[in-house]
């Protein structure tokens, strides 16, 4: 339910039939902190969203910013193409500090365009070039951006779809329980690279998330990563992890794969990792896959200088200690608990994802929609997730409180009661 008008028409008029998120939540925002949104009206909400995990630290950020007014005031470096900036400098310091060395990790820093599927792209291009293949190992329900080489990794049809070409040098596997719980789905991939006649191209890398943001909260067990780490090590193919929207402490830890003992070869990151909601980018690759010579993967925005302004402060502020991911854990464990109230008002759903990426499955998009879209016309901004958005999934800042996160779970909740109790009525 629209709470303002007045500027619907230039965005109706003027906007591409491309815009998405409006169409659910419509209204006009003008301002917001924290965890909340405010639109024309007045109209606060809470963000169960946050810029589709691009806001783990909630919005405008007090320390962040004043880092970056500083900066601008100052008339700090706003765009240096790769140069090197003090800002810049200062990032890598601190991203050195608090998060490779930490974990043992001596990955070089690819600054890349500032978008998540740049990154992938860079990641594949990479991988190809180190190991002179072409052909990448992805997974269902994966997604990995839409341009052309993240596309072919995609598994959503409607998102392929837009492509308008073939899509190439990408072998589809299945991910982690996507054959039930009694297959196997890593047996099924090592029994295919084994087989000279499987008729699989001897991949260049072996592509993945550890929670498949889009494809519907898919959490593969650390068991099962950790022995795809290891067929890609046996089979001479690099390990990309896809950390973009489940990186940067959603899933509980700054890295959705810490604890699970592995190291990958390449790791993207974007969204939540300037920490502000600034367009970033970023791949991590082992020195010895450091192969792209000077511009050879490129981009006039590389490299956001404002970005890496506000990451810096972000990495300080919430990975100097273990505050942040004792306050995720506390989270996490309401969340869960709103979601299995939800679960238990309706057969047959459960729950998915790990953290504070976390969603129930309530079998229909239709019903999971309409939760949402009540839910909205109750103050709280939550969406959809699965092949046919049939998780109700929540992407709540990281830092948001408990008792703004206890607020819109009961608003969820009863969001979920007053629409089954509608569709109970409808089947009656």
């Not at 402060?313 to 464990?333: H, M, N, P, T, Y």
């Not at 109750?378 to 992407?395: F, Y």
Request: hydrophobic content about 40%.
């Amino acid at each position: 339910m629209s709470t303002n008008t007045s500027q619907m028409p230039i965005f109706k008029r003027r906007e591409s039939e491309a815009r998405s998120y409006c169409r659910g939540f419509d209204t006009v925002f003008t301002t917001a902190q924290g965890a909340e949104m405010t639109d024309t009206a007045g109209r606060r909400y809470i963000d169960f969203l946050a810029g589709c995990s691009s806001l783990n630290y909630g919005h405008n950020d007090p320390d962040m910013k004043a880092a970056l007014i500083d900066h601008i005031a100052g008339d700090g470096i706003t765009h240096g193409l790769d140069m090197h900036t003090d800002a810049k400098g200062a990032f890598i310091e601190t991203f050195e500090a608090k998060i490779l060395k930490p974990r043992d990790m001596d990955h070089k820093l690819m600054f890349v365009g500032p978008t998540g599927a740049n990154a992938v792209e860079a990641a594949m291009k990479i991988a190809r070039k180190a190991t002179g293949r072409t052909n990448v190992i992805a997974f269902t329900n994966g997604f990995h951006g839409v341009t052309q080489g993240a596309l072919a990794a995609t598994g959503n049809s409607y998102h392929r779809g837009g492509a308008g070409t073939t899509l190439n040098n990408v072998t589809r596997m299945p991910y982690d329980g996507y054959m039930g719980a009694e297959f196997d789905t890593c047996d099924l991939l090592a029994a295919m690279l084994k087989d000279a006649s499987s008729g699989m191209d001897a991949p260049a890398a072996i592509l993945l998330e550890t929670v498949q943001g889009e494809g519907g909260l898919n959490a593969a067990s650390p068991e099962w990563i950790a022995r795809v780490a290891q067929l890609a090590k046996d089979h001479g193919a690099l390990l990309i992890i896809d950390d973009i929207q489940a990186g940067c402490g959603r899933t509980g830890s700054f890295f959705s794969f810490d604890e699970m003992g592995i190291t990958p070869d390449i790791v993207t990151l974007a969204k939540s990792v300037s920490g502000f909601g600034l367009p970033m980018g970023l791949v991590l690759v082992r020195p010895e896959h450091d192969v792209m010579g000077p511009a050879e993967h490129n981009g006039t925005f590389r490299g956001n200088t404002h970005a890496f302004v506000t990451a810096r402060v972000a990495i300080q502020k919430f990975w100097s200690d273990g505050r942040l991911q004792e306050d995720i854990s506390r989270r996490a464990a309401m969340v869960e608990d709103g979601l299995k109230t939800i679960a238990a008002m309706i057969p047959g759903a459960y729950l998915k994802g790990r953290g504070m990426m976390r969603g129930v499955d309530v079998g229909s998009g239709e019903l999971a929609g309409d939760i949402c879209a009540h839910a909205f016309c109750e103050g709280l901004i939550v969406e959809t997730s699965g092949p046919n958005d049939e998780v109700v999934k929540i992407l709540a800042p990281l830092t948001i409180s408990d008792a703004t996160l206890g607020k819109g779970l009961n608003i969820l909740i009863d969001a979920a009661r007053s629409v089954t109790s509608n569709f109970k009525v409808a089947a009656e």
